[in-house]
T-cell receptor, first 115, second 112 residues
Framework: EAGVAQSPRYKIIEKRQSVAFWCNPI?????LYWYQQILGQGPKLLIQ????????DSQLPKDRFSAERLKGVDSTLKIQPAKLEDSAVYLC?????????????FGPGTRLLVL | RKEVEQDPGPFNVPEGATVAFNCTYS??????FFWYRQDCRKEPKLLMS???SGNEDGRFTAQLNRASQYISLLIRDSKLSDSATYLC?????????????FGRGTQLTVWP
């Protein structure tokens, strides 16, 4: 079974530039998550989708971050404009459903460096 | 206060050693607990869920103490391949059901 796919794997940009990340979840997984992992910390949820609807975006910095999952499958996360503190690994995860013991499967992540 | 607190280590142990990691969580209503493993520059992967009665998977034993809001992971007979960061994870409830709260991770290095 194919895992969660993400691209690009690495991105280097200058501050104030824009950047977009793409995620393709495991086939059939209704729930999709975007996490931010800063070096030395655990991942922190940015946004969660159930099919194409947003379930939880309370920790998304909406002044600069946006995300969409238009057809309930692939998702994109955008940062505009980027700041130095956005340097992190952006992890996409998916799960079959939204339930207490449902396992979240993570993609390899996109490493972003903002200069 | 952070949702999940974890000692970052690092822990450096010889092969064959027994090592234990601990973490505490702040929300007493939490009901789902996990340990994830993250290899260097890789994504987190589920190691095991943690149940109230405690559970074991080969050399790994997880325990939960709800009264103290404390979770532990014990690794027996450490292998070189156990070297990784171990993340303590608690799942949200209600409106944050899907949200996983991660500790900062405990780094383990097993040396020959």
């Amino acid at each position: 079974e194919a895992g969660v796919a993400q691209s690009p794997r690495y991105k280097i940009i200058e501050k104030r530039q824009s950047v977009a990340f793409w995620c393709n979840p495991i086939s059939g997984h209704a729930t999709l998550y975007w996490y931010q992992q800063i070096l030395g910390q655990g991942p922190k949820l940015l946004i969660q989708f159930q099919n194409n609807g947003v379930v939880d975006d309370s920790q998304l910095p909406k002044d600069r971050f946006s995300a969409e999952r238009l057809k309930g499958v692939d998702s994109t996360l955008k940062i505009q404009p980027a700041k130095l503190e956005d340097s992190a690994v952006y992890l996409c995860a998916s799960s079959l459903a939204l339930a207490y013991q449902e396992t979240q499967y993570f993609g390899p992540g996109t490493r972003l460096l903002v200069l | 206060r952070k949702e999940v607190e974890q000692d970052p280590g690092p822990f450096n142990v010889p092969e064959g050693a027994t090592v234990a990691f601990n973490c505490t969580y702040s929300n007493s209503a939490s009901q789902s607990f996990f340990w994830y493993r993250q290899d260097c520059r890789k994504e987190p992967k589920l190691l095991m869920s943690v149940y109230s009665s405690g559970n074991e998977d080969g050399r790994f034993t997880a325990q939960l103490n709800r009264a103290s809001q404390y979770i532990s992971l014990l690794i027996r007979d450490s292998k070189l391949s156990d070297s990784a960061t171990y993340l303590c994870v608690v799942r949200g409830r209600g409106s944050t059901l899907g949200r996983l709260y991660f500790g900062r991770g405990t780094q383990l290095t097993v040396w020959p």
